[in-house]
């Protein structure tokens, strides 16, 4: 009976605390988040999280902080290439022999373990699948990494829902990684991998000059083009915003401008800002805001200012911001001479000199029909 009477007591107080623990919990750093759906809300993404420019002459990396760190710093959607090498699954960057990240598996580990330390947080990966790994390969590496117990399934494997779990959902639910890669063959063994372009659709990514950004649908081709289809099939919309240098475009090479990066991060002013391009997005969007935002170099802008603005964050908390002034040595990438050797010889051939045919078959021939006809980074 004494027991009895002092659970009662005990009871509610204990609850009263978890409600209030509830409510003034963050969700991806504000407690304003945590009742919006998955899809309303707007997601940092880091392009090519683990390709980290750990000094000037990595012209292919895309970022200067690695993947923990990018997450710590309020970065929600890693994009990363997965190519196959040597039998294994490995992040590289177009070619194994110019960027290698390593393994599949170990970036996967990382992100678990990230999110084993912040669990109010909801990150979503977007793997380019180079060399179309089927759904079981993929699978397969998600589950040595133990980060498949954390994957979000989809009600449908094909069909875009109408509205997403709100962030609270997927937190109380344990499933807080959303997981896309594309080309993707979907399959009800590995229900969490979604298709890309069944759930998403993109703008055009391969943008070379401040004032060519566009907010049209170019990715699946079947909205190319067209907004008002893009918007009524239901896909979330992902908004690329990096520019690509074009100075050696002699061998068909465009890689990340990281001269102009403050302005196309940025919040306002300078053509191709961030946030006036994502305000003219919205806009052309009927007020709908894009899912994701996908920039290189993510501290710079910051970028983050766009995002929390369009989310109406002001009270962001639970951040680790990173020094936008240097450049990071944490990065994981392995970055071969090859590369450096590359655009040793696009610049001497610039100015004049003569390549060997084997160079220049080597470069634009086999390295541009990697991709289909010319190298982004
Ligand atoms: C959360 O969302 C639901 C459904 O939209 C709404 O009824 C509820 O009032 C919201 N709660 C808060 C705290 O905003
Ligand atoms: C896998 O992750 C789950 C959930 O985080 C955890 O409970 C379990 O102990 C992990 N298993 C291994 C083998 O690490
Ligand atoms: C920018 O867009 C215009 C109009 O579509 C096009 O003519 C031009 O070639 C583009 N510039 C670059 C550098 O892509
Ligand atoms: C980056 O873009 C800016 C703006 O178009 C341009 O002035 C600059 O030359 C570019 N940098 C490189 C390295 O291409
Ligand atoms: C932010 O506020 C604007 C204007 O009221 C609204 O359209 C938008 O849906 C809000 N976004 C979020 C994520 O709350």
């Not at 002459?57 to 690695?66: F, H, I, N, P």
């Not at 947080?121 to 990494?145: K, M, P, Q, R, Y």
């Not at 109380?172 to 890309?196: C, H, I, Q």
């Not at 950004?213 to 083009?225: K, Q, V």
Request: charged share 15%.
């Amino acid at each position: 009976m004494r027991l009895f009477n002092y659970l009662l007591v005990l009871l509610p107080a204990a609850l009263a605390n978890q409600l209030n623990a509830r409510s003034t919990t963050a969700c991806n750093n504000s407690p304003d988040l945590c009742n919006k759906s998955y899809g309303e809300i707007t997601h940092l993404g880091a392009h090519d999280s683990p390709f980290v420019r750990t000094s000037d002459s990595v012209l292919a990396g895309d970022q200067y902080y690695d993947t923990p760190t990018q997450l710590s710093a309020g970065v929600r959607l890693l994009s990363a290439q997965v190519h196959k090498d040597n039998n294994e699954w490995r992040l590289c960057h177009t070619s194994c022999t110019l960027l290698d990240a390593g393994l599949l598996s170990d970036w996967l580990a990382k992100i678990k373990s990230w999110l084993d330390e912040h669990p109010n947080e909801v990150v979503t990966l977007l793997l380019v699948n180079s060399d179309s790994a089927s759904a079981s390969e993929l699978g397969t590496v998600f589950n040595s990494a133990n980060i498949s117990t954390y994957a979000y399934d989809p009600p449908s494997l094909t069909i875009a829902p109408s509205s997403w779990p709100t962030l609270q959902t997927l937190i109380n639910s344990g499933k807080r990684l959303v997981v896309f890669a594309t080309p993707l063959t979907p399959s009800t063994d590995y229900p969490y991998l979604m298709s890309e372009f069944d759930f998403m659709w993109e703008n055009n990514y391969d943008v070379t000059s401040p004032s060519n950004f566009t907010c049209e649908p170019d990715r699946p081709s079947s909205l190319s083009g067209s907004i008002s289809t893009a918007l009524s099939s239901d896909r979330l919309p992902m908004m690329n915003h990096f520019l690509y240098s074009t100075d050696l475009e002699l061998i068909d090479i465009e890689y990340p401008n990281a001269s102009y990066v403050s302005t196309t991060n940025a919040p306002s002013g300078g053509t191709g800002n961030l946030g006036s391009t994502a305000a003219k997005c919205k806009a052309a969007y009927g007020g709908r805001q894009p899912t994701f935002i996908l920039v290189d170099f993510f501290d710079k802008g910051p970028a983050l200012d766009t995002v929390d603005s369009l989310n109406n964050v002001t009270n962001a908390v639970g951040r680790t911001s990173v020094s936008s002034s240097s450049t990071s040595s944490s990065g994981g990438s392995t970055i071969n001479n090859v590369f450096k050797g590359l655009v040793e010889m696009a610049s001497s051939a610039k100015s004049g000199a003569s390549t060997s045919m084997g160079d220049w078959v080597w470069a634009g021939g086999n390295w541009n029909s990697i991709l289909g006809g010319g190298i982004s980074f």
